[in-house]
Nanobody
């Protein structure tokens, strides 16, 4: 079973920074779109940021200018640098690996890491 392992969550104050990491098996990193999603209590899971294998990025409007997604292809790891954190960023953050090829979709999730931002 494919496992994505997130780390880096925690409790911080508004204005602080955190960096989330997601380690993946090398077999599923190359060619996959890597993404960070989050789910706050009572809310649906939402896409925060994604990055393609070629490095193109996409961000939710709510995090543009504050969060940066990056990937280290040598380490099979994707990162989410979160700056200027706000209480509304409080959520469980999930790493996702997605690939669509030849009519098949491959989609894997981590177990999540909790981020709590106090005001």
């Amino acid at each position: 079973q494919v496992q994505l392992v997130e780390s880096g969550g925690g409790l911080v104050q508004a204005g602080d920074s955190l960096r989330l990491s997601c380690a993946t098996p090398g077999s599923i990193f190359s060619g996959y779109v890597m993404g960070w999603h989050r789910q706050a209590p009572g809310n649906q899971r939402e896409l925060v940021a994604s990055i393609t294998s070629s490095g193109s990025t996409n961000y939710a409007d709510s995090v543009k200018g504050r969060f940066t997604i990056s990937r280290d292809n040598a380490r099979n790891t994707v990162y989410l640098q979160m700056n200027s954190l706000k209480p509304e960023d409080t959520a469980v953050y999930y790493c996702n690996a997605n690939r669509q090829t030849r009519g098949a979709t491959y989609d894997y999730w981590g177990q999540g890491t909790r981020v709590t931002v106090s005001s």
